[in-house]
């Protein structure tokens, strides 16, 4: 492949204007996706759940695989096994320790079922890889309006518990002393996060999931300490990657992830390097800790 068959092939904006139009349910549910990834994406970061993310993926792609097979909706299974998945883990993981193990143990066995449903499906080939990769130019408007319904649950969902999810992220012991369900609040949140992940391999896949859910976040955090500030930031780095990616995917004959990802990856780049920049100023606003697990304090929390 010389340079030249590269760059048609992943950016080539012959037509672009009469694809545009005809994409627009695309655009909506990536601009959507992007609010809810980069909205729960500054919890995952502050409760340290990256990994379980991860997790979490390989089940959802388990649940989509076997919705494949049978041929029943790939979201509504997508859903199914993300939400079993997080339940699991909320159950199971309640220390950092047990969690990792137990996200240790799901992950294989959840990347193995998935292998093997789609090892067992006769049907087209880009239907398998869809589910690794994302497929969301494909998306009409009945899966955008599941995709919108689901959103609102998280959304909802997130604002009714956030000041206690908050307090309980930051510093779990004291907020259990002080009458906060942690066990609940971590239950729910990680149902709200089990709907996010299912939503997002929509848009990149089972593989690359963690582009939308800890990217933007972990980019937000990099240049600001302020709370409300990080989680606008969050949002905006999600859309820019989601819709922006898109939109440059319209112009290729790639699968839509490598651009996100590739946004995704370029945003949080360059926020480490203002990050950088600013410290060795001495203007940097982020909080200082002696290690990465330390928990924010109850004085860190009165910015909200």
């Keep these: 492949m010389t340079f030249q068959d590269f760059m048609d092939a992943v950016l080539n904006f012959q037509n672009y204007g009469e694809l545009l139009p005809l994409f627009r349910d695309s655009i909506l549910a990536g601009a959507i996706l992007g609010l809810v990834g980069g909205l729960i994406g500054t919890f995952v970061m502050m409760r340290d759940l990256a990994f379980a993310?991860?997790?979490i993926a390989e089940l959802s792609f388990a649940g989509a695989a076997f919705a494949l097979l049978v041929g029943a909706d790939v979201i509504l299974g997508s859903l199914v096994g993300s939400v079993l998945a997080a339940l699991v883990l909320g159950i199971m993981g309640v220390r950092a320790r047990d969690r990792n193990s137990v996200i240790g143990v799901i992950m294989p066995f959840g990347l193995g079922l998935g292998i093997l449903f789609l090892a067992l499906y006769q049907g087209r080939a880009a239907n398998k890889f869809g589910l690794l990769t994302g497929q969301i130019v494909a998306v009409d408007s009945t899966a955008l309006s599941m995709l919108a319904g689901a959103a609102v649950v998280v959304i909802a969902g997130l604002l009714i518990i956030w000041r206690p999810l908050t307090f309980a992220s930051a510093d779990p012991e004291i907020a259990s002393a002080r009458g906060v369900p942690v066990r609940t609040l971590s239950l729910v949140f990680m149902f709200l996060l089990g709907i996010s992940v299912a939503l997002s391999i929509q848009v990149?896949?089972?593989?690359?999931?963690?582009?939308?859910?800890?990217?933007?976040?972990?980019?937000?955090?990099?240049?600001?300490?302020?709370?409300?500030?990080?989680?606008?930031?969050?949002?905006?780095?999600?859309?820019?990657?989601?819709?922006?990616?898109i939109l440059l995917a319209l112009g290729g004959r790639i699968p839509v992830s490598p651009y996100i990802t590739t946004l995704s990856f370029l945003v949080y780049v360059s926020c480490r390097g203002i990050g950088a920049y600013r410290r060795r100023r001495g203007r940097s606003g982020r909080i200082v800790r002696v290690k990465a697990t330390e928990p924010i304090t109850v004085s860190e929390l009165s910015a909200l």
């Design 204 to 245: 990149v896949g089972a593989l690359l999931v963690l582009a939308l859910l800890i990217t933007p976040a972990a980019a937000a955090l990099q240049v600001t300490s302020s709370p409300k500030l990080v989680v606008l930031l969050s949002i905006g780095f999600a859309m820019l990657s989601t819709v922006g990616g």
């Design 53 to 55: 993310v991860h997790g």
